[in-house]
């Protein structure tokens, strides 16, 4: 089992739709995840952070934490074709020992379409 | 301007050659990592530096290789020893520590053998 897996799409939504992107984790006790939007070409860009179960909105983003379960989701709501990227889960792996580190998941394409 | 620059944006090795690859950041960020990126895959860690005068090897070191002088620069040199070295190199600082670390990236350098 890799340890931050994600759906790699492509993910085709309508705009003006909400888009749902999914990331599940191995490690039971990791508190931070992450989700940065890279559009092709470019570099990673942080779009969300959060740190407790429960949901946290940013503008159209939510980001939603399940640690019972070891998902997190990003909600894109009203989804423009701007948005049409590759989202990328990010992890903090054993975050209270020395091997603490933040694992990449290898992305989900997200495409919106007109 | 805070942030973090990459330099070259696009460059070409020849056979048997080294280059480096040049990251700068004005962030004051104690930790500073290269990854790279191969197509449609996630990143892979390379190196990491979490002080001046140290760091260590990450997943696939092997051929690369790094120094950390200063805070703000931290370098990676792609060996002849890289069989395949063409991709897309990110370097990425962190601010927070553990639990609350979070990290920036680059804008990348793109490398390809000639």
């Known amino acids: 089992q890799k340890e931050v897996e994600q759906n790699s799409g492509p993910l085709s939504v309508p705009e003006g739709a909400i888009a749902s992107l999914n990331c599940t984790y191995s490690?039971?006790?990791?508190?931070?995840f992450f989700w940065y939007r890279q559009y092709s070409g470019k570099s990673p860009e942080l779009i969300m952070s959060?740190?407790?179960?429960g949901d946290k909105e940013d503008g159209r983003f939510t980001a939603q934490l399940n640690k019972a379960s070891q998902y997190v989701s990003l909600l894109i709501r009203d989804s423009q074709p701007s948005d049409s990227a590759t989202y990328l889960c990010?992890?903090?792996?054993?975050?209270?020992?020395?091997?603490?580190?933040?694992?990449f998941g290898s992305g989900t394409r997200l495409s919106i379409r007109p | 301007d805070g942030g973090i620059t990459q330099s070259p944006k696009y460059l070409f090795r020849k056979e048997g050659q080294n280059v480096t690859l040049s990251c700068e950041q004005n962030?004051?960020?104690?930790?500073m990592y290269w990854y790279r990126q191969d197509p449609g895959q996630g990143l892979r860690l390379i190196y990491y530096?979490?002080?001046?005068?140290?760091?260590q090897k990450g997943d696939i070191a092997e051929g690369y290789s790094v120094s950390r002088e200063k805070k703000e620069s931290f370098p990676l040199t792609v060996t002849s020893a890289q069989k395949n070295p063409t991709a897309f190199y990110l370097c990425?600082?962190?601010?927070?520590?553990?639990?609350?670390?979070?990290?920036?990236f680059g804008p990348g350098t793109r490398l390809l053998v000639l």
């Open positions: 990425a600082s962190s601010e927070g520590t553990g639990a609350q670390e979070t990290q920036y």
């Open positions: 490690d039971r006790v990791s508190q931070s």
């Open positions: 959060i740190y407790s179960n």
């Open positions: 990010a992890v903090n792996l054993h975050p209270y020992s020395s091997a603490s580190k933040i694992i």
């Open positions: 962030l004051n960020h104690d930790a």
């Open positions: 530096s979490q002080i001046v005068n140290d760091f």
